[in-house]
């Protein structure tokens, strides 16, 4: 499963916009981090055979296959990365672990709760054979989150009262926008609330160190019909083609949450909030003091010490580009910005360390299980009218 030479073969299923962040991470980690392995981008996968070989050829691939069966009979792979949308995440996920493949899988882990859970118990049973697994929520690696929760660890918080998490979005505000694949749930599982609502929960989550128990939720589809797309309709969702068809995820999902260490929490995931882009907002106030990020501006953490002087208090504005910082001391000097394709190297980094010494990675199939109960409460709750909905493994 390793490679000769301290090599680690990637197969990677799926060439679309986490497909390309994806190939980009592989390439990279090796060439700014000093990796135990050296990972291998042997084979990409994709249905389409023709787009799957010029997908492979720009995203610096060595092969291409079009049946991702194929990628466990090959010796030159020892890690299946699951880029493709959620409805595959169960069926290959399990096949790769059980053929003794490593799996990296995309959030949300899966479309139900009831597939998370047959992954849990193949990435179990594989732990066992010493075969790893993990869930890609990559904003875990963005240096000034780590930073966050290494503080909220550390108590510079105190007790954590309030989580205040929002995801906002606003691509598919255009009603002409195309029904792509995310906006069905046979292929998503949910809209909003799987595609970025998963992760706004799991971050919650990963910085307090604590898990929710209960939500109460509101969900709404603003636009119910959209244009069917053509063939080609991706995220980018440029190409509409004739006819239209329902829109089955939901658009919105707010909802409110409470932690088993008695904190209150506020959830908001929108692909309609017009003009934000890409903002995932998160804040924690604690009895000693408060944390806030924005995605958007993601070398930044904002920090009040409420054990400072009230007379010279603030949020201080922590610019995390310092070598002292996660991550950072491989890349640039201090001010020298991180991006969002960081994350994903980061991810990479931190999987095949993992994989070399033997332990097994997080965030784990079982993390991603414990969002996708969350996922599922609010699901339930919406449905009956936004009432109390308790989460229990
Ligand atoms: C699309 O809404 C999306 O790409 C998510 O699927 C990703 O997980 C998130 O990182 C950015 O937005």
Same mark, same amino acid.
């Given at each position: 499963m390793?490679?000769?030479?301290?090599?680690l073969?990637?197969g990677?299923?799926g060439? =679309?916009?986490?497909g390309?962040?994806?190939?980009?991470?592989?390439?990279?980690?090796?060439?700014?981090f000093?990796l135990?392995? $050296? /990972?291998?981008?042997a084979?990409?996968?994709?249905?389409?055979?023709?787009?799957?070989?010029?997908?492979a050829e720009?995203?610096?691939?060595?092969s291409a296959?079009?049946?991702w069966k194929?990628l466990?009979?090959?010796d030159?792979?020892?890690? !299946?990365?699951?880029?493709?949308?959620g409805?595959?995440?169960a069926d290959?996920?399990?096949?790769a672990?059980?053929?003794g493949?490593h799996? %990296?899988c995309?959030?949300?882990?899966?479309?139900?709760?009831e597939?998370?859970r047959a992954?849990v118990?193949? =990435?179990e049973?594989a732990?066992?054979?010493g075969v790893?697994s993990?869930?890609?929520?990559s904003?875990?690696r963005? /240096?000034a %989150?780590v930073?966050?929760r290494?503080l909220?660890?550390?108590?510079r918080?105190g007790q954590v009262?309030?989580v205040?998490? =929002?995801?906002?979005?606003?691509?598919? !505000?255009d /009603?002409?926008f195309?029904l792509?694949?995310?906006l069905?749930?046979?292929t $998503?599982g949910?809209? $909003?609330l799987?595609?970025i609502?998963?992760?706004?929960v799991d971050?919650?989550?990963y910085l307090?160190?604590?898990?929710?128990?209960?939500?109460?939720?509101?969900?709404e589809?603003?636009?119910?019909?959209?244009?069917?797309p *053509?063939?080609?309709?991706g995220?980018s969702?440029?190409?509409a083609?004739?006819?239209?068809g329902?829109?089955t995820v939901?658009d919105?999902?707010?909802?409110?949450?409470?932690?088993?260490?008695g904190a209150?929490?506020t959830f908001?995931?929108t692909?309609?909030?017009?003009g934000?882009?890409n903002?995932?907002?998160?804040e924690l106030n604690?009895?000693?003091?408060s944390?806030?990020?924005d995605?958007?501006?993601?070398n930044?953490l904002?920090?009040?010490?409420g054990?400072?002087?009230?007379?010279?208090?603030g949020?201080?504005?922590i610019? !995390?580009?310092? @070598?002292?910082? @996660?991550?950072?001391a491989?890349?640039?000097p201090?001010?020298?910005l991180?991006?969002?394709e960081?994350t994903?190297?980061?991810? $990479?980094?931190?999987? !095949?360390?993992d994989?070399?010494a033997?332990? *097994?990675?997080? @965030?784990?199939f079982?993390d991603g299980?414990r969002?996708?109960?969350?996922?599922?409460?609010?699901?339930?709750?919406?449905a009956?009218?936004?009432?109390w909905?308790p989460i229990s493994?």
């Amino acid at each position: 499963m390793v490679g000769a030479g301290g090599t680690l073969g990637i197969g990677m299923v799926g060439y =679309a916009f986490m497909g390309a962040a994806h190939s980009h991470a592989w390439r990279t980690a090796g060439r700014f981090f000093d990796l135990p392995l $050296a /990972p291998d981008l042997a084979v990409l996968c994709g249905r389409n055979a023709e787009a799957t070989k010029r997908a492979a050829e720009r995203l610096g691939w060595r092969s291409a296959e079009s049946d991702w069966k194929q990628l466990l009979s090959r010796d030159d792979v020892g890690l !299946v990365d699951i880029c493709s949308p959620g409805d595959t995440h169960a069926d290959i996920a399990i096949a790769a672990l059980d053929a003794g493949k490593h799996v %990296l899988c995309e959030k949300p882990l899966a479309n139900t709760v009831e597939e998370a859970r047959a992954m849990v118990a193949a =990435a179990e049973r594989a732990a066992a054979r010493g075969v790893r697994s993990m869930v890609g929520f990559s904003y875990r690696r963005v /240096p000034a %989150l780590v930073l966050a929760r290494r503080l909220v660890a550390e108590g510079r918080l105190g007790q954590v009262r309030h989580v205040r998490a =929002a995801y906002l979005q606003d691509w598919i !505000v255009d /009603p002409e926008f195309p029904l792509v694949w995310r906006l069905r749930k046979e292929t $998503a599982g949910s809209g $909003a609330l799987g595609d970025i609502g998963a992760h706004i929960v799991d971050m919650a989550q990963y910085l307090t160190g604590d898990v929710l128990t209960g939500v109460s939720a509101l969900t709404e589809t603003f636009i119910k019909e959209r244009p069917l797309p *053509d063939a080609a309709g991706g995220l980018s969702g440029s190409s509409a083609g004739t006819g239209r068809g329902e829109v089955t995820v939901d658009d919105a999902a707010l909802f409110l949450g409470r932690f088993a260490g008695g904190a209150l929490a506020t959830f908001e995931a929108t692909r309609f909030a017009i003009g934000r882009k890409n903002a995932l907002r998160i804040e924690l106030n604690g009895s000693l003091g408060s944390l806030a990020f924005d995605l958007e501006s993601l070398n930044e953490l904002e920090f009040y010490d409420g054990t400072e002087d009230a007379d010279t208090a603030g949020f201080r504005r922590i610019l !995390v580009t310092e @070598p002292t910082h @996660p991550y950072v001391a491989a890349w640039w000097p201090p001010g020298h910005l991180l991006g969002y394709e960081h994350t994903f190297t980061h991810q $990479a980094v931190d999987l !095949v360390t993992d994989i070399a010494a033997d332990r *097994d990675p997080v @965030p784990s199939f079982a993390d991603g299980l414990r969002v996708q109960l969350v996922l599922d409460a609010v699901q339930r709750s919406a449905a009956a009218g936004g009432g109390w909905q308790p989460i229990s493994d």
